[in-house]
């Protein structure tokens, strides 16, 4: 069962002018030591960041509190799967949030699509609930 739905686009340029004006103070306020290694070796850095910046706008939708309720932007971190597939890592009020939403029995999944086409980037999350196995 579908639990929560949230898109988000992003303009690459805003990204790039908040890099340019407020660097570390910008990227440690909203990303995780994870996501920035992982953007600051792209040759896109700017895309790079941006497309993580919809990704968690997209989850805060998804969990249905935007960034209040005690969800932060690092509480929600882009990670891959190991065959490269992106998702999200929840902590903090994120995770709290998502584990309320979560009907007994089920197990959350956070399904996760990124891209980008400049000047814009875009990202989709969506929140699943599966039955456990019995």
Not at 39 to 57: C, G, H, L, P
Not at 95 to 100: E, H, I, P, S, V
Not at 106 to 118: G, K, L, R
Request: charged fraction near 25%.
């Amino acid at each position: 069962m579908i639990l929560g739905i949230g898109s988000d686009l992003c303009d690459i340029d805003r990204i790039q002018k908040s890099l340019d004006r407020f660097g570390e103070r910008f990227t440690h306020r909203v990303f995780t030591e994870v996501e920035r290694a992982k953007s600051d070796q792209r040759a896109t850095r700017a895309a790079s960041y941006a497309r993580r910046f919809a990704a968690k706008e997209a989850c805060s939708k998804a969990l249905g509190t935007g960034l209040r309720a005690g969800v932060f932007w690092r509480d929600m971190e882009v990670v891959n799967l190991p065959g490269g597939r992106p998702t999200l890592r929840l902590t903090g009020g994120a995770a709290a949030r998502l584990a309320a939403m979560t009907p007994p029995g089920h197990e959350a999944i956070v399904h996760v699509s990124m891209t980008d086409d400049p000047p814009m980037a875009q990202a989709f999350v969506v929140i699943e609930a599966r039955l456990l196995p019995a």
